[in-house]
């Protein structure tokens, strides 16, 4: 038995790179599928992920959404109702450090409009769809929160350009665990993951070399790919994860230890 059957998931940032791996996945385990992202961004290529997904035998929906915008995340609500309710939400939709959402880039250290808009998609997005989930959820009879953090939000980063989202991402840990204390008796569990370098198209906007040395820090021996955060959000997604809530679940190879 697969062990999201029967489930409708929503999964924001689900275009493209670990969205796209943990929307197939969950697809994958028999769960239907809402993929919510600012545009369809086939993954190399292939099939949009709403349609990757449907090739797996499930329903899948895609719809255009900005997490900072409360109309679009209406819309995104409407579609998990139609595909018959919401189990289980993943905010996974994030920014680098830009004020334009689609396009990410460096801010330039002290530039106050670049560091509201990471905080604006990756701290209020991830806080206000907590949020709203976490009550359709509960209303529905109980299910499933997960956040997409970083081990950033753990070791910080090497200097100031990246500073707002490495405190972005802290602040979804602790969100995490916040709202896992508030939900927790209406049977809605609330967890994240804290990807460390994964292979996804800013991964690969570092050269042969920096790659290479990152890759010699990481005690597996490889940076990670989207199906190794994706396998670790259908568990907790699942049922054997039922005892698990305000959990932060490092993925990252060792990298941090």
């Known amino acids: 038995m697969s062990l999201l059957d029967g489930r409708t998931a929503v999964v924001t ?16 385990h028999g769960a239907d599928v809402v993929v919510a992202d600012l545009r369809e961004r086939p993954r190399r ?8 997904a449907r090739e797996r035998g499930v329903e899948a929906r895609y719809v255009d959404c900005d997490v900072s915008d409360p109309a679009d995340v209406d819309r995104v609500f409407a579609a998990a109702a139609a595909l018959g ?6 905010n996974n ?8 959402p689609t396009e990410p880039a460096e801010a330039a250290d002290g530039d106050a409009a670049a560091v509201s808009g990471v905080f604006d998609v990756n701290v209020r997005g991830t806080y206000d769809c907590t949020a709203r989930a ?3 959820i509960a209303e529905a009879g109980g299910g499933s929160v997960i956040n997409v953090g970083s081990t950033s939000g753990i070791r ?7 500073a707002a989202y490495c405190a972005s991402k802290a602040a979804i840990h602790q969100l995490t665990r916040s709202f896992a204390r508030a939900f927790g008796d209406a049977g809605v569990r609330v967890n994240a993951v804290a990807p460390g370098a994964v292979d996804t198209a800013l991964a690969r906007d570092r050269t042969e ?4 040395a990152l890759e010699a820090e990481v005690p597996v021996g490889r940076i990670g790919h989207p199906d190794d955060v994706a396998g670790a959000c259908v568990f907790l ?14 993925v990252d190879g060792g990298l941090t230890v």
Do not use: K, N
């Open 237 to 250: 997604a699942s049922g054997l994860a039922a005892y698990v809530s305000g959990e932060v679940l490092v």
């Open 13 to 28: 940032g689900g275009a493209s790179g670990i969205g796209r791996g943990i929307a197939l996945a969950f697809a994958d």
């Open 209 to 212: 070399s920096e790659l290479a």
């Open 85 to 90: 309710g919401l189990d289980v939400w993943v």
């Open 134 to 136: 976490g009550r359709r």
């Open 45 to 52: 290529g292939g099939d949009p992920t709403h349609e990757a």
């Open 156 to 162: 910080g980063g090497a200097d100031g350009a990246i």
């Open 93 to 100: 939709a994030g920014v680098f450090a830009t004020t334009d």
